[in-house]
């Protein structure tokens, strides 16, 4: 494995996009992000945010400027990214375990590996108990936790997460937001995050990047020092809440221009 | 179980006043039994001519079960096709109407004369008649899959073929449903009508649109009541027979598949 933490995950240099006649999406994006780091990116509704999403997985091309994703380009470098939709997304045909398991079917890993692997990733996500049921049997939580192990299962170096939680109750997001800590504390992946709350990036982020619409673009950075591990507790510290408030104050600058 | 008696109870109940009805109508306007029988008298013809209306009834059958078989083999392979890109659909869709809007009486002569009388042909104007609802409803189910879903599959750098068989395959099992559901109604008509038009090959033995014709010029009227009877059972048999297999096959993880139509 690649421990060489000063070499960056993500390099985006120049990168534009437009679709069609449309004024730019995204406009002049120049980013580095560290392996092992947490970026979290909020904005104000069209400010770009899942499309940079989309360029880093190679789903659209950057109309200008140029992407890497450890060394590679976004399409080679899939194998080591996975994908958390907003949605679920998980096929209703399918069990909870066999969900688990498809991206490691898709990449011909062996029956017996997957089942050991799946089985793996459902005790770690506390799902054990439901590997047979079927997605319309579960809670809107279980579903995004099967989605979760599902991106966890092919061991990737990179998440991408389109708001995954947003459509959760607070206390499923706050309790899944823990959990993702817990798990990237094990296992060490880099990770992109995408929300509209402020306080679940300054929960999660190790750096928060606020971005502002018309052209979409970065408008401020904000390093969040908070102690790790973080924990439940964490939530209720003057420090957190000043965070926050920091952040809120950025993304208010955002919006207004 | 209290309930399901008393649907049946219900039913029955029903048939009896239709029955009761019917036989009133007899005795107040004195029809002929020519022009309509008794029910008694259909009972009896049913009872007395048993063995020759359910193999009527199972030539029928068969023709629709093959024409539904074939209609599903062939369609569901049109419909892959038409998955592949909006521009072919563009090009073979319209294609496809045609089929559902040619009479069937129309060219039920026309494959008589190529194809010769028999269960052949009444199998393939059967087939002909289901095949449109199969084309339409598979090419629906298998292009309105989720984008995310795409998405998710392209980033495990998943094949065309895994894309296709296992993605857009399986999402499209319902909607085969819903047009199986709808070919199995038009099947059997279209089986019935292919029989008054191709029906035997031999003199005196064919399926129930064969029989109907034949008992209607023989002036067999208590029959011809007894084989629209079977026909009408045939009809419903069929569509419980695919409400079965849709509720089999889809109940664990479909919505449309539990039984709230029930009540």
Redesign the interface.
């Known amino acids: 494995m690649n421990l060489d933490l000063g070499a960056p995950m993500i390099e985006i240099t120049g990168v534009s996009k437009k679709y069609g006649n449309a004024g730019a999406v995204l406009e002049a994006i120049d980013l580095h992000i560290l392996k092992e780091e947490f970026v979290t990116l909020i904005g104000p509704s069209g400010c770009g945010k899942s499309t940079v999403l989309k360029l880093i997985s190679g789903l659209t091309a950057p109309s200008a400027g140029v992407l890497r994703v450890d060394g590679m380009t976004p399409v080679n470098a899939r194998e080591i990214v996975s994908y958390i939709f907003q949605d679920a997304t998980l096929l209703p045909w399918r069990t909870v375990r066999q969900n688990v398991g498809l991206g490691l079917e898709l990449e011909g890993v062996s029956k017996n590996r997957r089942k050991e692997k799946t089985s793996a990733l459902l005790e770690l996500v506390g799902l054990g108990h439901v590997a047979g049921a079927y997605p319309r049997e579960l809670s809107g939580g279980m579903k995004m936790r099967v989605s979760i192990a599902r991106a966890l299962a092919t061991n990737p170096r990179l998440l991408l997460m389109d708001e995954p939680f947003a459509a959760l109750d607070e206390i499923s997001r706050d309790r899944l937001n823990e959990e993702l800590l817990r798990l990237r504390g094990e296992q060490k992946w880099t990770a992109i995050f995408v929300t509209h709350s402020v306080a679940e990036a300054v929960f999660l982020s190790t750096r928060i990047l606020v971005l502002a619409p018309n052209p979409g673009r970065i408008c401020a950075t904000v390093p969040v020092d908070l102690p790790w591990p973080r924990t439940a507790g964490l939530r209720e510290t003057p420090e957190f809440e000043a965070m926050v408030a920091l952040v809120s104050h950025a993304l208010r600058g955002a919006a207004a221009r | 179980m209290k309930r399901r008696l008393m649907v049946v109870a219900n039913a029955a109940a029903v048939f009896a006043a239709l029955a009761l009805i019917w036989q009133l109508i007899l005795w107040i306007f004195r029809v002929p039994p020519y022009m309509l029988p008794s029910p008694w008298a259909v009972a009896k013809a049913v009872a007395a001519r048993f063995p020759s209306l359910l193999d009527s009834f199972a030539i029928t059958a068969e023709e629709a079960i093959g024409g539904i078989l074939l209609s599903v083999v062939v369609g569901v392979s049109v419909a892959l096709v038409f998955a592949q890109s909006r521009w072919v659909r563009r090009m073979l869709y319209p294609w496809t109407l045609l089929l559902q809007t040619v009479p069937i009486v129309a060219i039920a002569p026309l494959i008589l004369m190529w194809m010769g009388a028999g269960i052949f042909s009444v199998t393939l104007i059967a087939f002909i008649i289901s095949l449109a609802p199969i084309i339409a409803n598979t090419t629906q189910g298998l292009i309105s899959v989720?984008e995310?879903?795409v998405?998710?599959?392209?980033?495990?750098?998943?094949s065309p073929a895994?894309l296709l068989f296992?993605?857009r395959l399986?999402?499209s099992?319902p909607s085969l449903f819903v047009g199986i559901r709808i070919a199995s109604g038009i099947a059997v008509i279209g089986a019935i009508t292919g029989e008054l038009y191709a029906g035997s090959s031999s003199v005196g033995r064919g399926g129930l649109g064969y029989s109907i014709l034949y008992a209607s010029s023989q002036l067999q009227t208590d029959y011809l009541f007894a084989l629209v009877f079977a026909a009408t059972v045939l009809g419903f048999g069929f569509l419980f027979l695919v409400m079965f297999l849709e509720w089999y096959f889809l109940h664990?993880?479909?919505?449309s598949a539990r039984p709230a139509e029930a009540e």
């Open positions: 989720d995310n879903l998405h998710l599959f392209l980033m495990h750098n998943a895994q296992k993605l399986p999402h099992v664990k993880w479909h919505e």
